[in-house]
């Protein structure tokens, strides 16, 4: 294991299983609906290269690079780096995301993608911290991975300063990797 990490969150094992049961669950509801699916950079992108091979409906793959952390303290404020480059209008539309933490990039997100008209929107994101959300978010994700306690964690996309996300497992870093 990685010197790094203090214990081993969810295993890849554990990440396929679940990745497969999500898998079935979003081929039945996106069938004949053709959806477009849209990962949000950098995080998502270990998970939507899984995730996206276990939907088995034609759909097309789109991508939108926002920034708003920094270090292990969200700073707030959200860019957009790359804005999706479909037409969304009138299709639906499903968000992959790599962790739903505050729920600031989340937020910010759908109502950037909700103010270009789509048919359907939905998120399903791979990890959700609910006791880190901030007051006043009211959005929820549709479909989770899994439910996570409040810890920092990275491995599986999610990074600390750019490094870890190659890690094949989510684990939570030590504290003392980032005092
Ligand atoms: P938000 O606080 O819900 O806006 O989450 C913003 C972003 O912070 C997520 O998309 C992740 O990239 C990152 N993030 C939140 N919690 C963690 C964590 O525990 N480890 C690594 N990145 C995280
Ligand atoms: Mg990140």
């Known amino acids: ?24 669950i979003l081929s039945a509801e996106y069938r004949d609906k053709n ?5 949000v950079m950098k995080g998502v992108v270990v998970f939507y290269a899984d995730m996206i091979r276990k939907i088995a409906v034609p759909c097309e793959m789109d991508f939108m690079w926002i920034s708003s952390y ?22 639906h539309v ?3 995301e790599d962790i739903f933490d505050t729920g600031n990039s989340l937020s910010f997100v759908y109502d950037h993608l909700m103010a270009k008209e789509p048919a359907s929107l939905k998120i399903c994101t791979l990890l959700d911290k609910p006791s880190r959300r901030k007051p006043g ?10 439910t996570i306690p409040n810890a920092f964690v990275v491995g599986y996309g999610l990074d600390y300063n750019e490094y870890y996300r190659n ?13």
């Open 35 to 39: 959806p477009i699916i849209i990962g």
């Open 70 to 91: 920094e270090g292990t303290d969200s700073t707030g404020s959200v860019i957009v780096k790359r804005d999706v480059s479909a037409e969304i209008k009138g299709r």
């Open 167 to 179: 890690l094949p497992y989510v684990g939570i870093l030590k504290p003392e990797a980032y005092t």
């Open 94 to 96: 499903l968000i992959l």
């Open 1 to 24: 294991m990685e010197r790094n990490i203090q214990e081993v969150l969810l295993t890849e094992a554990q990440i396929k299983d679940r990745i497969a049961e999500l898998g079935e």
């Open 137 to 146: 978010v009211t959005l929820k994700a549709d479909y989770v991975g899994f």
